[in-house]
């Protein structure tokens, strides 16, 4: 539907040399803290921003409402902006159509996409198990997105694609907050991303690094995981 709102805007604005960059995703996030999910929601985000060329110049607006209208006066915002600039030197102007393009890579994994906050309650419940026996504490973040990108202009420029994204971040607390673990990955697909195994390093790290001693300053070999 954005992309139909962009097409039919900037066919009706009669400007020579007009783009419009959209990006719209929809989030849902799960955070946690003190071993607790204390916020487990969806966010939809949708933005979109429009450049006009005239003469050099350049001027740019951006937008989050998608209507033909809300984007024509988005539009319409750049091409004042890019009457009040000087031209840009060594700017040649918006790309034309290109005659062919490359197939885009895979970005897309629809168990990303058709994650719910359910589900991420679900792969975080045996995780706070865990750390609740190991007796410590755990915060961070489980995210699935499902976002798609566009790229239009009056020069006959349409790329669009789409891409989900998963990513777990995780820290295991001690109960005096004097030491802790990380672990966190992101991956296009949730069921790649491991997050009992994440936890459970983090988890391991933590209960290592309990009863930390001083040492004297000095040159040590440090050797850091990948």
Request: with cysteine; hydrophobic share 40%.
């Amino acid at each position: 539907q954005a992309l139909e709102s962009i097409r039919q805007a900037l066919a009706r604005t009669g400007l020579p040399e007009a783009e419009v960059y959209y990006h719209g995703a929809r989030r849902g996030l799960s955070r946690f803290a003190n071993t607790e999910l204390g916020q487990n929601t969806l966010l939809d985000e949708q933005n979109a921003i429009a450049r006009v060329v005239r003469n050099g110049a350049v001027g740019n607006a951006s937008t989050s409402d998608l209507s033909v209208e809300g984007l024509l006066a988005a539009i319409g915002r750049a091409d004042a902006i890019a009457k009040a600039s000087p031209p840009v030197e060594g700017f040649a102007g918006l790309n034309p159509a290109a005659a062919g393009r490359t197939p885009p890579p895979v970005r897309w994994a629809e168990s990303t996409a058709a994650m719910t906050a359910e589900g991420r309650a679900a792969l975080l419940a045996p995780v706070f198990e865990r750390v609740r026996k190991a007796g410590l504490k755990a915060a961070g973040v489980l995210e699935t997105t499902a976002g798609q990108f566009a790229f239009l202009s009056t020069t006959g420029l349409e790329h669009a694609f789409r891409t989900t994204a998963a990513s777990f971040r995780f820290f295991a607390l001690g109960p005096a907050d004097n030491v802790s673990g990380f672990g966190g990955v992101l991956h296009r697909d949730i069921e790649k991303v491991d997050v009992r195994g994440i936890s459970e390093s983090a988890v391991e790290k933590c209960l290592a690094g309990k009863d930390p001693t001083e040492v004297e300053p000095g040159d040590y070999d440090v050797v850091l995981e990948p």
